[in-house]
């Protein structure tokens, strides 16, 4: 059996680092077994050197041009033959550096929404794969923020890796040895020196931008994850008048954004004030070598113009740089984010040689099971019983005996920690967990539903059912006339998390979804709770006929709706303390008996209360 180990809570959420991020990113321009991806990278990049080669050639273009006008011959010639032509190559050569990128895009294009869209899926299904310890600790908004950023930056992160730093640094290459070659090697060093006091000086102060920029995802996280909390407690907020203290919460969440936000613009103001004195010196400086050639008659006049044209086209994409590495350096933060998500561990995992359950009879035995969410608390502390094929049995007990943890164990959202949990002899680790939750089914206290229409809610049961199944469902769990008697019937939205709905509506929809998902085990975990009286009783009568050869386990509070259980038992302290049919238990006049008596005491008083009404 494997062995309890670290779990998925325990385990510190660490964000990628940004050479593990650019290594996990990698695969996806080079997949295996896709050949098309390749074809287009291969393609773009083609392109890309295309593109660059010939741009590379436009400032010398430029230069032949300007030496062509300023030449003794017969200016109406010099026009004709040489300034021109040279013009119209020199236009040419640029137009095709620009549709060379162009294309380069065009093809590129689709590997990038390709890569986005594969990393998207891996990271919600792995959200999907995390423990319900983890779901439970861990903050919704702030999530959905980490995925929504680091999906954001995986195309621009592919794209200017591949498209923007390895050009640049091919261009500065081919810029510095023209210069050396062409103008000499002092030309050659002070081009060289700007470009490194400027790669330094961008390096230097982004890194430290991107620190400030890291507590600003933290503090729109936390933002985020506070107006969430407020909305989806909207009714909680009107109950307790509490509109101001929400807006204030959130305006102090914001306020903090605030302060972060404006010293990143301070630090951009410097950025880009040290970039534009560097790059301007540089271009100063081997503008005034280049004037004293043209002086001392070393150089022309079309030198003169090609230095100026190599330096721009240099210091454009230099310019550039300190976009690119700002935003790849912030890429690489929301993206080692979400691989530091993708990178925690799954809690329950199928073992290696997991096979599909084989539910024969329905039995579920918990043997000797130990259980805890928090080592320092034990909530189950050797439990044991039988649930035979066809029986109804129910727990009852005070709040926090450990009642919803058996459901919790025996849909294996946790692992036990002691003993262990079987189905017809099946050790649940053994299964895998996909068939597990196909064979049992549950009616929660609390049912949540989709924001999509009542339809759709109901057939999440079983979505291959045919609308005569989904009808009859939802008959048989009492709401399908209320829903017929809606203006738009079945296709009625609910509204997020149903609360379009009542609560014994949202009940009774989440009955019908068990009711057509049909398992052989069913777990009603105070399933009528938020239902009038006579609503329940319909509705155990519904209940009783779905269990009808199925095993059922019973979570209850109101200690009427299981006096028919084949078995009660009453769970205190994690341990059963009692055993044994509704009758059988009141003879004994231990703790159930005295449960029953307070509840029918309650009930007498309340229905005393409405007759006298």
Same mark, same amino acid.
């Given at each position: ?8 809570? *325990? ?22 077994? =896709? ?64 549709? +060379? ?5 065009? $093809? ?42 680091? $999906? ?11 498209? /923007? ?9 081919? $810029? ?42 933290? =503090? ?17 907020? %009107? ?9 204030? &919460?959130?305006? +102090? ?11 990143? #613009?301070? /630090? ?22 280049? #004037?004293? +050639? ?7 006049? #079309? ?72 080592? *320092? ?28 943890? @058996? ?7 946790? *692992? ?6 079987? @189905? ?5 680790? *053994?299964?895998?967990?996909? /068939? ?41 769990? %009492? ?18 998390? #149903?609360? %379009? ?56 509070? &109101? ?29 004994? +006049? ?24």
């Amino acid at each position: 059996m494997p062995k309890n180990t670290a779990t998925s809570a *325990d385990t510190p959420e660490k964000a990628a680092s940004g050479w593990v991020t650019i290594r996990r990113v990698s695969p996806y321009l080079w997949p295996d077994g =896709q050949a098309w991806v390749k074809r287009r990278v291969v393609g773009a990049l083609v392109l890309l050197l295309l593109a660059k080669l010939v741009g590379f050639t436009t400032p010398y273009l430029y230069k032949l041009a300007v030496d062509a006008l300023g030449a003794g011959a017969e200016p109406a010639e010099a026009m004709m033959l040489g300034a021109i032509g040279l013009t119209v190559a020199y236009g040419i050569a640029r137009l095709g550096s620009v549709l +060379g990128n162009e294309l380069r895009d065009a $093809v590129f294009v689709r590997v990038g929404q390709r890569a986005l869209r594969a990393l998207a899926l891996e990271t919600f299904t792995h959200i999907h794969r995390l423990s319900l310890r983890y779901h439970i600790t861990r903050k919704t908004g702030g999530l959905s923020r980490i995925i929504e950023r680091g $999906v954001k930056g995986v195309d621009f992160l592919l794209r200017f890796m591949l498209f /923007s730093i390895g050009p640049l640094t091919l261009e500065l290459i081919l $810029v510095s040895l023209f210069f050396a070659v062409y103008f000499g090697w002092a030309y050659m060093v002070v081009v060289v020196g700007t470009i490194y006091l400027y790669v330094t000086f961008t390096f230097k102060i982004t890194e430290w931008r991107v620190k400030i920029r890291r507590q600003m995802n933290d =503090q729109d996280s936390d933002a985020n994850q506070k107006a969430i909390d407020s909305l989806l407690n909207f009714e909680t907020v %009107k109950y307790f008048n509490a509109e101001a203290r929400e807006a204030q &919460r959130y305006d +102090g969440a914001m306020a903090a954004y605030e302060g972060l936000a404006v010293k990143t #613009g301070y /630090s951009l103001s410097l950025l880009n004030a040290g970039q534009s004195l560097i790059i301007t010196s540089g271009l100063v400086a081997v503008m005034v070598m280049a #004037g004293y +050639g043209v002086q001392a008659g070393t150089l022309t006049v #079309g030198d003169f113009v090609m230095v100026n044209a190599y330096m721009i086209q240099i210091t454009m994409p230099l310019g550039f740089l300190g976009t690119v590495y700002r935003e790849i350096r912030q890429a690489l933060v929301d993206m080692g984010e979400m691989f530091g998500l993708l990178g925690q561990p799954a809690e329950v995992n199928d073992a290696p040689n997991a096979k599909p359950i084989k539910v024969t009879g329905g039995e579920v035995t918990f043997d000797n099971v130990h259980f805890a969410y928090d080592p *320092d608390r034990a909530i189950l502390k050797g439990l044991s019983f039988t649930l035979k094929p066809g029986q109804r049995v129910a727990f009852v007990g005070p709040s926090g005996a450990g009642k919803s943890t @058996i459901a919790r164990l025996l849909f294996r959202f946790y *692992d036990v920690t002691g003993g262990a949990v079987r @189905i017809d002899g099946q050790d649940l680790r *053994d299964v895998t967990q996909t /068939s597990l939750h196909q064979m049992i089914g549950i009616v929660p206290q609390d049912t949540v539903l989709f924001n999509d229409t009542i339809y759709y809610n109901i057939a999440y049961g079983n979505p291959d059912a045919p609308r005569s199944a989904v009808e009859a469902a939802a008959k048989a769990a %009492k709401i399908h006339d209320f829903i017929v008697s809606l203006p738009q019937g079945y296709a009625t939205t609910v509204g997020e998390r #149903g609360l %379009k709905l009542s609560g014994g509506e949202k009940q009774r929809v989440g009955i019908a979804r068990t009711l057509l998902k049909n398992p052989p085990i069913l777990v009603l975990d105070e399933a009528t709770s938020a239902l009038d009286t006579q609503t329940e009783q319909d509705i155990q009568l519904s209940l009783r006929e779905m269990g009808q050869g199925r095993s059922v386990l019973m979570i209850a509070h &109101r200690l009427s709706t299981i006096a028919d259980a084949d078995a009660i038992f009453v769970l205190e302290g994690g341990v059963i303390t009692e055993t044994g049919t509704h009758d059988a238990l009141l003879a004994k +006049g231990g703790k159930y008996a005295a449960m029953w008596a307070r509840q029918s005491a309650g009930e007498e008083d309340h229905s005393n209360e409405v007759a006298a009404q």
